[in-house]
């Protein structure tokens, strides 16, 4: 059954330092995408960045970088430089074969990532 | 371009009362969901809609929740009646919904709304 795990509930970082938010996933199919949102307290989903299968070259997006190791089946966000507006709730998420041919996405648990000043 | 819009934002009801959630999706979009994200964890698909048929209803709770999207464009959630544990942020995203692209692409992206917070006392 396809699953993400985000193993880390809760992640401290100092401001301008970077941080690594952990993210693996369990899937038997060979067509995927992964993405990573920041849920900040007022409650909406942003995007960040999207890796699909195969895609070879690891996706970056500004400070966002997703590093993914297939063999690992790991998909972690890097966020380089934090700022204090980066405090929020991150999830990973995997699209997967679903009822139709937009698929379905399905989410970790996700982490609260702090940003101290 | 709009957004997905999602009203209302916040809603406090006592258990056993009814309530509908209202979701207007990007326009052109013909794919919709309901996601329902409990306090603490990520968001689970509760229904999605290609254009006004529904494509996956297998965790709506049948016997309490109703979606439709009848126009095959805005959609309503309704629950009733509300228990305790319905307390939850319901999210509404809508993506193009096309043929392109498969599962590895980014093609179909889904946009999310703002949400409802519903709190059930």
């Known amino acids: 059954a396809q699953k993400i795990t985000q193993t880390q509930p809760g992640m401290f970082v100092q401001e301008k330092e970077a941080v690594t938010l952990d993210c693996t996933y369990d899937t038997s199919d060979q067509s995927y995408g992964l993405f990573w949102y920041k849920q900040p307290s007022s409650g909406e989903m942003i995007f960040l960045i999207y890796?699909?299968?195969?895609?070879?070259q690891n996706a970056t997006e500004g400070r966002y970088s997703l590093n993914f190791q297939k063999a690992r089946k790991s998909a972690n966000l890097v966020i380089s430089a934090s700022q204090l507006g980066d405090s929020a709730m991150y999830f990973c998420a995997m699209r997967t074969p679903g009822s139709s041919n937009t698929g379905k996405l399905i989410f970790g648990q996700g982490t609260t990532l702090q940003v101290k000043p | 371009e709009a957004g997905v819009a999602q009203s209302p934002r916040y809603k406090i009801i006592e258990k056993r009362q009814s309530v509908a959630f209202w979701c207007n999706p990007i326009s052109g979009h013909a794919t919709l969901y309901w996601y329902q994200q409990i306090l603490g964890q990520g968001p689970k698909l509760l229904i999605q809609?290609?254009?006004?048929?529904?494509?996956?209803d297998s965790q709506l709770p049948k016997d309490r929740f109703s979606a439709e999207r009848l126009k095959g464009v805005d959609s309503t959630l309704k629950i009733q009646p509300a228990k305790l544990e319905d307390s939850a942020v319901y999210l509404c995203a809508s993506s193009f919904g096309g043929q392109g692209g498969g599962l590895a692409g980014r093609y179909n992206e889904q946009f999310f709304g703002p949400g409802t917070r519903l709190t059930v006392l």
């Open positions: 890796q699909g299968s195969y895609d070879e």
């Open positions: 809609f290609q254009n006004n048929g529904v494509v996956d």
